[in-house]
């Protein structure tokens, strides 16, 4: 049995009132007795909130990977601005794309939040069962969940943009092109390889599996990725990242070996940077809706929150556009194939 806040009263001697109080954040005299019951009952806050005379909390939460990629504060933004509109609170939850980390912070909005905006670390993996039993409207975005059609969803056409980068590669003479993918676990990183590869493949290009690097997303992978592209035998003429962090850890990369874009080597990649046109050269990208994501997100919620909109899952999958910049050109001869070993650094960026 599911201990309600009425068990909770009686086993702590107080009146719910109190409780609601206390699980407010209210000083009661109680206090101690009233934790200490809610632990013994092993109480969750979502039986809190269906049992107060509104239920309602105002409130909402938003759980993305990586707090510290541009593309998630952008969606942030979109979100705000609908939730901001409605007089909605927003929780962001950071997971860094740790499934346990994402379990713990869900497990812990049941109760707490109207509804979810929910950015999952990985697609066999689904950490809702909770907020499902508890009925709280989940929102996915930009990646999906195996076996989640069941969850409202707003994507992007990411094997169409990836395929977009491939094609203008080719346009340009490109053949060996390093391919820096993310995680193939996720809705992008599987997408984006899937594109990119199709594209590769219906204009008869075998990429060599050496020229293929399998990243996180992050910095660092890009970095890395790039120097071992870089120390290959026979050198690559391009290089694509599926995200913007890869795609900064891959400049940086090619910033410290002094490679020069595009006069030695193209580059274009996934995700629009803000300072992407004042590089030097301007970066070549394909561009999505960011903002716009975080915006119909929210409104999908609200429908669900207010018991609006179709009984149906609403999947949504935006456009996204090849903005042509200054970073790829033809490739050009190159005098011995490969990068000097002794130019290669090791460690960290810095």
């Known amino acids: 049995m599911v201990a309600t806040i009425g068990d909770v009263a009686r086993l702590a001697g107080v009146s719910t009132t109190t409780v609601s109080r206390h699980l407010a954040g209210q000083r009661i005299r109680e206090a101690a007795a ?6 013994t009952l092993d109480f969750r806050a979502n039986e809190v909130a269906r049992s107060l005379k509104s239920g309602v909390t105002r409130s909402i939460g938003l759980v993305v990977p990586d707090v510290s990629n541009p593309f998630f504060a952008a969606v942030a933004k979109g979100v705000e601005s609908v939730s ?37 670390a990985r697609e066999e993996t689904d950490n809702t069962a909770e907020l499902r039993r508890a009925n ?6 930009d990646r999906r969940l195996r076996g989640g059609n069941d969850l409202d969803s707003v994507l992007v056409d990411s094997p169409g943009g990836a395929a977009q980068a491939a094609e203008h590669l080719l346009s340009l003479g490109h053949r060996r092109i390093g391919l820096i993918s993310g995680p193939l676990d996720t809705t992008p990183g599987r997408e984006r390889h899937d594109g990119f590869m199709a594209a590769l493949g219906a204009a008869g290009v075998e990429l060599d599996p050496t020229l293929i690097r399998i990243g996180d ?12 592209l870089l120390g290959l035998p026979s050198a690559v003429t391009a290089i ?31 995700d629009d940077l803000e300072l992407a046109e004042l590089l030097s050269p301007p970066l070549s990208v394909i561009s999505r809706p960011a903002v716009e994501q975080g915006v119909l997100a929210m409104r999908l919620l609200r429908n669900r929150i207010e018991g609006a909109g179709s009984p149906k899952a ?17 490739p050009q001869p190159s005098s011995d194939g490969a990068i000097p070993a002794t130019r290669i650094p090791i460690g960290n960026p810095s």
Do not use: W
């Open 240 to 270: 694509f990242a599926a995200n913007n962090l890869m795609s900064i850890g891959a400049l940086r990369a090619l910033h410290h070996l002094g490679i020069r874009v595009p006069d030695e080597l193209s580059f274009i990649g996934f």
């Open 314 to 330: 609403q999947h949504i999958v935006l456009e996204t556009r090849l903005l042509v910049r200054g970073s790829c050109r033809p």
């Open 136 to 141: 709280v409207p989940i929102v996915l975005l």
């Open 84 to 120: 901001r509109q409605l007089e909605l609170n927003v929780f962001l939850s950071n997971t860094d794309e740790s499934v346990e980390r994402e379990r713990a912070v869900l497990q812990g909005l049941v109760g707490r939040v109207d509804g979810v905006i929910l950015v999952p």
């Open 217 to 228: 997303f992050k910095l660092e992978s890009g970095y890395q990725a790039t120097l071992r």
């Open 34 to 39: 009233v934790q200490a019951t809610i632990e």
